[in-house]
């Protein structure tokens, strides 16, 4: 049934004629590749399956996913101290945006939209394309540091609060609870990532993970 689905999916597609052109019609390894008019590329593998990759996978191969760490390194964040990551957006286009936490000592984190907090005050960090293949960069800003009070952190301006959890030592938080959240983020904001730390000699470490789409 999957293969006459996939025939009447490729009847659909402008196809060249494999007899007009056979460049547009190769094998890679046991896999067909054909190739249209418009250079849009479809590949079936030796069982007749159609073969497909997620979103990610596919901004990866586009050069349009990257990744911005922060980490503590001399692993001297005390009780009350804080480690942050900010994230501004560009008007376009629209950024896709998950993190990851991870720490030796129990700690919370906390994931606002529009602190009110002096951001470019925070050390620039640039974000790592993916696809190292890619000159591709990212709008996205990326700012971090070891303690809110260079950017004016205090309790009554950190913004509206997107999500919150806490990690005990040697887990890791990504975006939600279940680790599955994935933000669509507003065009031109400013985002804050932030850990409060409750025990002494805690070690931690930020991941953005920021992929760009026009949907």
Known sequence: MRRI???LLLLC??????AEDKANYQWRG???IITDDGGTRMEIDPLGYLVVMDVEHH?????EFYVALHI???NSLSANDTLFMTITTPA???IHFNFAVTANAGSEIRFYENPTIDVAAATAITPTNCNRQSSNTTDVLV?????GGSVGITTANLGTLLAADEVTAGN???GSARGDTEWILKASEDYLLIVLIDNNNTHVALSAVIYESDE
């Open 72 to 74: 503590d390194n001399d």
């Open 143 to 147: 700012r971090a540091d070891e303690t």
């Open 30 to 32: 046991r896999d067909v």
């Open 172 to 174: 890791k938080i990504t």
């Open 13 to 18: 597609i402008p196809v060249v004629s494999l």
């Open 5 to 7: 689905l996939i025939l």
């Open 92 to 94: 376009s286009p629209n």
């Open 59 to 63: 901004k990866i191969h586009e050069g």
